[in-house]
């Protein structure tokens, strides 16, 4: 898997994307963002996300509305501007700058239905994310 290889030419770096401007932490409450399946089949994302980790990411998790839920779904990012994608600004943060974070719109960026309930679903990776985060703030201590 691209993912988990230890190899720099198929290593892939993944972001996630839940947070709106709107609902801070409850991203079950204000999530706007909608998928929505096309005649062609492909669901397409269409909304704007407030804080967006790793977006030269290659891949995603991304929160939005489908069909009465709060669904999880991964998106891959295009290689080349097709405008399903809009930066609107960096953020100007402390922290992990290696990792940029912004504020993006959704234009009909394709995603892939990961589950139906997105938030029992992301929640693991957010735990291995904030261990991460504070093995890595003690190790600085010493």
């Given at each position: 898997?691209?993912?988990?290889?230890?190899?720099?030419?198929?290593?892939?770096?993944?972001?996630?994307?839940?947070?709106?401007?709107?609902?801070?932490?409850?991203?079950?409450?204000?999530?706007?963002?909608?998928?929505?399946?096309?005649?062609?089949?492909?669901?397409?994302?269409?909304?704007?996300?407030?804080?967006?980790?790793?977006?030269?990411?290659?891949?995603?998790?991304?929160?939005?509305r489908y069909e009465g839920q709060l669904a999880l779904f991964?998106?891959?990012?295009?290689?080349?501007?097709?405008?399903?994608?809009?930066?609107?600004?960096?953020?100007?943060?402390?922290?992990?700058?290696?990792?940029?974070?912004?504020?993006?719109?959704?234009?009909?960026?394709?995603g892939i239905l990961l589950a139906e309930k997105g938030i029992?679903?992301?929640?693991?990776?957010?735990?291995?994310?904030?261990?991460?985060?504070?093995?890595?703030?003690?190790?600085?201590?010493?």
């Amino acid at each position: 898997s691209n993912l988990t290889s230890e190899e720099p030419d198929r290593f892939w770096t993944s972001g996630q994307w839940m947070t709106e401007r709107a609902g801070g932490s409850d991203v079950t409450a204000s999530t706007e963002t909608t998928a929505v399946r096309g005649e062609d089949g492909v669901i397409r994302l269409f909304g704007n996300k407030f804080y967006t980790s790793a977006i030269d990411c290659d891949v995603s998790l991304a929160l939005a509305r489908y069909e009465g839920q709060l669904a999880l779904f991964l998106v891959h990012l295009p290689e080349e501007y097709d405008g399903t994608v809009q930066v609107e600004r960096l953020k100007d943060k402390l922290g992990t700058r290696q990792l940029p974070t912004a504020e993006l719109t959704l234009n009909g960026l394709p995603g892939i239905l990961l589950a139906e309930k997105g938030i029992a679903n992301i929640i693991p990776m957010l735990q291995v994310t904030r261990l991460y985060n504070a093995i890595s703030a003690t190790s600085y201590v010493r």
